[in-house]
């Protein structure tokens, strides 16, 4: 009987786990997401990443579109979460429709027009991200601990007190606080182009109220 070559074996071996993940249809607690692979990423070292990739630190996908002003608005207290508790968790957004050229633009009017620098790992223009993640609404937030995915929630789950239970292990977390105010989160089905004038970046748009954002944003995701 013929052996298969060694470089063969090790190369199924690899394979294996990603047709695994490949084949399943939406991540959800509790799943393992330990061969899962981090695409298209910018502001990092490495194009890709995998959780063994972040030194076991708590990992937290924040799930965001250029049509959420609330995703945006959110950046200066993701940026402050990320400093406050930098030996332990490591942010990285996650904008699966836009391209790489798209995001750094808004990366660079953010930086324009309100002084925010986003220095943190962003996977952009990554569609195989809709059909594992339940993206029903933005900002959509997973985190993932000892490579297994622990919550799958909204922004709201944002805060030190909350980030803290889970790195101490305890997984019953309170949303009595807000991380991003009602007002300021845009519900959506992160496909569907929302109604509007203009984009919430255009620089026409600076200084106006959350409720005018809503108003005048519009998501182009999806359509062309």
Known sequence: MKKIPQAVVC?????????????QETLSVGSSVRHFTIRN???HSSPTAKMEDFNRKLV??????????????????????QKEFADSIQIVLMDPWETEAEVRGIFEKRKRLASVIMDLPCSVDDRDLLRLFPITTTPLIVMIKDDS????????????????AVLKGNFM???NETFIDNDERIRSDAITPFFGRSNIINDRNEGLSISDLIEQSTLTRGKS
């Open 149 to 164: 995915i622990r919550y799958i929630a909204n922004g709201d789950i944002m805060k030190p007190s909350n980030i803290s």
């Open 60 to 81: 937290i996908l924040d799930f965001w579109g250029k049509g959420c002003s609330g995703c945006i608005l959110s950046w200066p207290k993701l940026l402050a979460l």
């Open 11 to 23: 190369m199924l071996l690899f394979i294996f786990p990603l047709i695994k993940i490949s084949a």
């Open 173 to 175: 977390l309170s949303a």
């Open 41 to 43: 990423l910018i502001n």
